[in-house]
């Protein structure tokens, strides 16, 4: 796919791996929708990139009506729809059962709701509206949804069961959502992130921060949100990739702890 002139929605593009990407894809030409909750954090990426280039919608991606109108809306602002990336989610730090009890339901279902209803929310809607693109290359495709999971939907650390079940669930739809949407020229992809540096981790002690360092295997270091939206950029413009989960996480293999 050739990204010039292409339209994107970025969920989360307010800030971290989501605005790193809406940079990446401003920068090769697309105009960028994002969804996300931060209104001053997404005017600051507008003001940055300019609006004729990036528009903001304020949405819950796990509320349906939010959703298809946010959708609708971005279509009807940019004429078209070719690029989703679903990058809105929420952790979460409890165990299954501990001293304090069993993991509360209020606490486990929120993140299943914004990561893995969410995510699916929005690639239904924006499966619709690509779904209505003249064919935009020689194989017919009309458009391509990018979700992220992480490593922690194979080697999820102690404390991280919703987080761990949401993403799993992210990886489990990939295959079958690019089959369901391959008669409309529609790709699925996800990326499998391991640790990127994002602001969360500037809060963590140095000592800290340096033994996650060190628990990469190469490069010792953190991953860049630039290094993310490299790899969407990538899986947009790769008409050949469909139905694959890409980790990109220096080899790591999380332990338990």
């Not at 209104?39 to 991606?61: M, P, R, S, T």
């Not at 690639?123 to 992480?150: C, K, L």
Request: charged residues 20%; aromatic residues 6%.
């Amino acid at each position: 796919m050739d990204l010039q002139g292409k339209v994107a929605l970025v969920t989360g593009g307010a800030s971290g791996l989501g605005r790193a990407t809406v940079e990446a894809y401003v920068a090769k030409g697309a105009k960028v929708a994002i969804f996300d909750l931060n209104e001053q954090n997404a005017q600051d990426v507008i003001d940055q990139l300019g609006a004729d280039k990036v528009a903001f919608w304020k949405v819950n991606v796990a509320d349906e009506d939010n959703v298809r109108e946010a959708v609708a809306g971005i279509v009807e602002k940019f004429g078209a729809l070719h690029i989703c990336n679903n990058y809105a989610g929420i952790g979460s730090a409890c165990k299954t059962l501990s001293k304090k009890g069993v993991f509360p339901m209020e606490q486990f279902m929120p993140v299943i709701n914004v990561n893995l209803v969410g995510t699916f929310n929005v690639a239904r809607f924006a499966a619709e509206q690509m779904a209505n693109n003249d064919p935009i290359n020689q194989d017919g495709g009309r458009g391509v949804i990018i979700n992220t999971a992480s490593i922690a939907a194979m080697e999820g650390q102690v404390g991280q069961l919703a987080y761990s079940a949401s993403k799993g669930g992210i990886v489990g739809m990939t295959l079958p959502m690019a089959r369901d949407l391959e008669a409309y020229g529609i790709r699925v992809n996800t990326i499998v992130p391991g640790l990127i540096h994002t602001p969360l981790f500037e809060s963590l002690p140095e000592a800290a921060y340096k033994s996650l360092e060190n628990s990469v295997c190469y490069p010792h270091r953190l991953g860049r949100p630039e290094e993310i939206a490299h790899l969407s950029v990538f899986i947009a413009e790769n008409d050949y990739l469909n139905g694959e989960c890409v980790r990109l996480d220096g080899a790591i293999r999380m332990q338990p702890r």
